[in-house]
């Protein structure tokens, strides 16, 4: 293995990188592994921090698994009651993985300034509730508490805020509809102590959080009861199985639903992502071996004769293809430390700056997200080395072809 690594390192460093053929085609295999691993990075890297940031914001305003009763499965606002007193409630102990379980409820209900209204959904929570998810869109103000007596502080988003012209400390009136056979409006008076801005327009044009009690008091339910309850899991890779787990284990009067159930489009439409990354990573392998390919011939073809040479002092063609196979890593690694340094610099500009910005109507966030796991890089770059060692064995077979008495009759 030294013969042939120390003759590969004097290929490398001889003037055959200095030739008018050799030159520019080791230059563009270079530039196309580089090339080639940038865009396999950075794909994969805004492809998986795209889907995990939208699951986390999904997540963050619904939990993994919602129990409500049947009537209330089809809709974002609570029409019937659940009590608390449940053996999931508040801890799930009967099935492992699963962090925590908060009970809330839901109603419609219209905000009205002077001079504007929208309709909203009124998010109640109580003191089970957990803001760590929430606390990382918080922009302005505080998260509120609700631990004491009623409490008319609210949290409303920045979309909302901008459509009634509302800044943070100012009041407003929320009309609701009551339950039964008067129909008139319930106003409610909220004053805003925090601002939060997830980028998920679908939850930041519809959602305010208060307090729970307002809609037990106006749907004339008991302090015990809930509108449906949000059920959060360690492990997200496992929803399937403990969003079963969670249906069996729960009454029959209590319908369970995974978020990837609700929002089946939202997940469906992730989906592409992993499709579109894979159409990538071949496109990219493709066009880095092809130039390896190429590269490695024209080295063939340039060093025939010295290929003859180690053949009538008696290298087999193994060593002789391991040589050029030696050198074609070299030029691999060369395209891979360019292409890693330039791909790793983007993404991290990106994640501290996030200069490159999207269409949160269209993608669910701001900015292009992206997810840095040294695993993954590892991975991706032993793979492109492996395939294209893989395909270079094909044209290495040339080498078998090349026969001491020819090549050295004119050397």
């Known amino acids: 293995m030294k013969f042939e690594y120390f003759i590969a390192k004097r290929l490398i460093t001889t003037k055959v990188h200095k030739s008018s053929i050799s030159a520019p085609i080791i230059k563009i295999a270079i530039t196309a592994i580089a090339l080639g691993i940038i865009m396999i990075l950075v794909s ?7 889907q995990e940031k939208i699951r986390q914001k999904v997540v963050a305003f619904n939990g993994h698994i919602i129990i409500s009763s049947y009537n209330n499965n089809q809709s974002d606002v609570s029409t019937e ?3 608390k007193i449940q053996n999931f409630y508040p801890k799930f102990t009967t099935i492992d993985g699963i962090s925590y379980v908060q009970g809330v409820a839901s109603k419609a209900g219209i905000i009205r300034t002077e001079n504007a209204f929208e309709g909203v959904i009124y998010k109640g929570v109580g003191r089970d509730y957990v803001w760590d998810n929430i606390k990382e869109y918080l922009i302005q ?7 004491s007596s009623l409490s008319s502080d609210i949290l409303i988003s920045q979309y909302l805020c901008n459509r009634l012209n509302l800044k943070l400390g100012d009041n407003f009136n929320t009309f609701f509809m009551k339950e039964g056979e008067n129909k008139l409006p319930n106003s409610r008076r909220f004053k805003i102590v925090g601002i939060y801005n997830s980028g998920f327009q679908e939850f930041d044009a519809s959602y305010i959080i208060g307090d729970i009690r307002h809609i037990q008091k106006i749907n004339k339910w008991n302090s015990d009861q809930v509108g449906s309850f949000e059920v959060f899991i360690d492990d997200f890779t496992k929803i399937k199985e403990k969003a079963d787990e969670v249906y069996k284990q729960t009454s029959s009067t209590l319908d369970s639903k995974s978020i990837i159930e609700k929002y089946y489009y939202i997940f469906d439409w992730l989906k592409l992502f992993d499709f579109n990354i894979i159409v990538i990573l071949i496109v990219m392998i493709l066009v880095s071996t092809i130039n390896m390919v190429v590269a490695l011939l024209v080295l063939i073809l340039e060093r025939t004769q010295m290929i ?3 053949k009538s002092i008696g290298a087999n063609n193994w060593q002789i293809r391991k040589i050029f196979l030696l050198n074609a890593s070299f030029i691999i690694f060369r395209g891979l430390v360019i292409g890693n340094l330039i791909a790793i610099s983007i993404l991290l500009i990106q994640k501290f700056s996030g200069f490159i910005k999207l269409n949160p109507e269209s993608y669910y966030v701001n900015q292009a997200p992206v997810e840095i796991n040294l ?4 991975l991706l770059n032993s793979g492109v080395v492996l395939i294209c060692l893989f395909v270079l064995l094909i044209p290495s077979h040339l080498i078998t ?3 001491p008495s020819r090549v050295l009759r004119y050397y």
């Open 401 to 403: 072809k090349i026969t």
């Open 141 to 147: 103000g505080q998260i509120p508490n609700f631990n």
């Open 81 to 83: 009651p659940i009590s």
């Open 375 to 378: 695993f993954y890089i590892f």
């Open 308 to 310: 003859g040479i180690l």
């Open 44 to 50: 994969v890297a805004t492809g998986t921090g795209l």
